[in-house]
């Protein structure tokens, strides 16, 4: 733990002009990761030409609120490309409690291991976990873990699902249970989480580092980099995906 960091931490919250620089940095990193996701299936083949570019237009700007409502957007128009991109899978919507379809049963699965993820990187800094900036700080969550976490979604939890459902390495009749929703049944979530815990595992070459780091350890760059911008030290930009 860090007092100044704390305190820090909590001024950029508090400051009007602070909070919405890294909330709408937050929300640019997410458009820019959802546009290279659709831009490879694009090149894939896949009808989503237009869902691209109407995403392209969308401004993020205004207050919290309208920064919130722009993220929404981007991923209500990229989750209507669902249809384009998995085979063999009914999805018209996104829903949560509880998930009404397979598709839904693996995003809500993934982004909360994402969550998970995050928090335990957190913990390896400075920072707060309940002190966020696009979503609202609250009782009992830990929100920050809740802003940074969507960066990454795109990157790992979304092409994760697109790999296991296209592959049929989960299957629709093998791996789902159905109750009161849709979930996946105990083989299927220890599928998932074998290769989302080999996903993280992943490494690449990072530019600025000129050596390879896991998918892991990108999100633990994110937390600093976020750390050094509280601080005064560097300008923080939001994760972009170069690959």
């Known amino acids: 733990l860090s007092g100044s960091v704390i305190v820090k931490q909590v001024e950029h919250y ?3 002009k602070k909070r919405l620089y890294i909330a709408r940095e937050f929300v640019e990193g997410i458009k820019h990761n959802i546009l290279k996701t659709l831009e ?12 691209i570019e109407e995403i392209s237009h969308i401004e993020i700007e205004g207050d ?18 669902y249809p ?24 809500s699965l993934g982004n909360m291991m994402l969550y998970s993820t995050v928090l335990s990187e ?22 920050l873990s809740l802003d940074i976490a969507d960066i990454f979604k795109p990157v790992i939890v979304q092409r994760l699902i697109f790999n296991l459902v296209n592959n049929r390495i989960i299957k629709k009749d093998k791996h789902f249970e159905r109750d009161a929703g849709v979930l996946l ?10 290769h989302y815990n080999e996903k993280l595992g992943t490494t690449i070459l990072h ?17 600093y980099r976020l750390e050094k911008h509280l601080l005064g030290d560097e300008i923080y930009q939001s994760f972009r995906m170069w690959w």
């Open 14 to 16: 508090t400051d009007k």
């Open 185 to 194: 049944n105990k083989e299927g979530r220890e599928i998932f989480m074998n």
């Open 64 to 81: 919290i609120n309208e920064i919130m409502s722009a993220e929404a957007r981007i991923w209500n128009i990229y989750y209507s490309c």
């Open 84 to 107: 384009e991109i998995v085979r063999g899978y009914e999805f018209t919507r996104r829903d949560i409690r509880p998930p009404s379809s397979e598709l839904n049963a693996l995003i």
């Open 40 to 51: 490879y299936y694009r090149k894939s083949g896949k009808n989503v030409s237009d869902r």
């Open 122 to 143: 957190i913990h390896h800094t400075h920072l707060d976990p309940t002190i966020s900036y696009l979503h609202e700080p609250a009782e009992r969550r830990f929100s």
């Open 207 to 223: 530019p600025r580092l000129r050596k390879r780091v896991s998918y892991r350890y990108l999100i633990r760059l994110e937390i």
